[in-house]
């Protein structure tokens, strides 16, 4: 069982073809910064307002930006 779910975690959130592997662009930024000041720490709920990202991609992108 643990490796079915390890499985289904990294295809769901790393090898899903339609997750975005761009770089992240200015309006990305904008959307996490803003919805993180509006929603909080809700990465869930921030990831909806930007589709082709994972749902961790936008709390990565927040912290490398705010400590880079």
């Known amino acids: 069982r643990a490796c079915w779910a390890a499985g ?4 769901h959130y790393v090898l899903k073809p339609s997750i975005s592997r761009d770089n992240w662009t200015e309006r990305e ?6 919805y993180q000041r509006v929603l909080g ?3 869930s ?3 909806k ?3 082709g990202r994972s749902v961790y991609g936008p709390h990565s992108q927040h912290q490398d930006r705010l400590f880079s």
């Open 49 to 51: 307002y930007l589709p």
């Open 29 to 34: 930024d904008y959307v996490i910064f803003y």
């Open 8 to 11: 289904g975690y990294r295809w």
């Open 45 to 47: 709920q921030i990831a």
């Open 41 to 43: 720490n809700r990465w």
